[in-house]
């Protein structure tokens, strides 16, 4: 029975195919339709017309304060320094000008914290990790980052040539950080890390022998030595870890539509050279420091 009706069930099948197509309103068209909504499809990355936060304008965020050498003056929107140089090369790499990038203050840690996000991009030192990738989402490396110890030229911190040297001393960074990593995973001292709020409270602690030496990365090193704290020094840098190089990335909200874009732009950056000129432009301070192993 159910044999002999089999060619009308397969002419009504049809039918209904046909009549789907027609009508453009079958499952499948929706589904392709669904497929260039998608983070990185092509047609959402036309210049300066991006599923931004506010439609024409490119929300940046950043740390407030905004240290040297990455901003100038605690000013992010002036353009000056390495980080806010980059800001606006991917915004005008994604077609938004300068009048059109509004910046925000986010504390460090809120950054790459669980949860919805105010800002389209945020820069802010901030290195990717598959953790943090839990949380938010990274755009390419934009910077590859080595992390340093600075000490008070007097402390016996300011000695250390390896980085058993450093097991005894008294050493600090910024809550949060990659620079803190770098103490409890490699370091490992003997003596329990200072761990500080923000990145001021730590250099305080240095200057005023709190600790014996602070973990940074390498051009805040510099500039700290330099400008900062001229009684302390750079000691040394630590190796690349094995594998992956540590990269500062762009955080965007880990739903975001926009990281394939700004990943993109992050990527023509580098490969013509701009992101090259800008590191030494803004961070020619950073040279070559002894390699604690």
């Known amino acids: 029975m159910h044999l002999a009706h089999r060619p009308l069930v397969l002419t009504a099948l049809c039918s209904t195919v046909a009549l ?23 047609a959402s990355c036309a210049p300066g017309k991006l599923a931004t936060q506010v439609p024409g304008k490119l929300t940046v965020g950043t740390d407030k304060p905004a240290y040297a050498p990455w901003f100038a003056d605690d000013e992010p929107s002036n353009g000056k320094g390495f980080e806010s140089a980059v800001a606006y090369a991917v915004a005008k790499e994604l077609g938004y000008g300068r009048d059109a990038v509004v910046w925000q203050h986010v504390p460090f840690n809120s950054a790459f914290a669980p949860g919805a996000k105010k800002f389209d991009f945020d820069i802010n030192q901030v290195s990717i990790s598959e953790e943090r990738k839990k949380a938010v989402a990274f755009s390419s490396g934009y910077y590859d980052v080595r992390q340093a110890v600075v000490a008070l030229k007097s402390s016996k911190a300011a000695r250390a040539k390896n980085v058993a040297d450093l097991k005894d001393v008294k050493l600090g ?13 490699l370091v490992k001292p003997d003596k329990k890390p200072a761990v500080y709020q923000r990145s001021d409270f730590a250099k305080s602690a ?22 900062e704290v001229p009684e302390a020094e750079v000691v040394g840098q630590f190796a690349e870890s094995p594998g992956e190089p540590e990269q500062f990335g762009l955080v965007l909200d880990r739903e975001s539509a926009l990281t394939s874009c700004v990943s993109g732009a992050v990527d023509a950056l580098r490969k013509d050279g701009t992101l090259a000129g800008l590191e030494k432009e803004w961070l020619s301070d950073a040279v070559d420091a002894p390699v604690l192993r």
């Open 173 to 185: 960074a910024q809550v949060g950080t990659t620079s803190l990593d770098f103490i409890t995973d």
């Open 206 to 227: 240095l200057k005023t022998g709190q600790v014996d030496a602070i973990v940074v990365d390498l051009p805040t090193a510099f500039y700290i030595t330099g400008a």
């Open 20 to 42: 789907c197509a027609a009508l453009s309103g079958c499952a499948p068209q929706a589904e392709e339709k669904g497929a260039s909504d998608r983070p990185g499809a092509a």
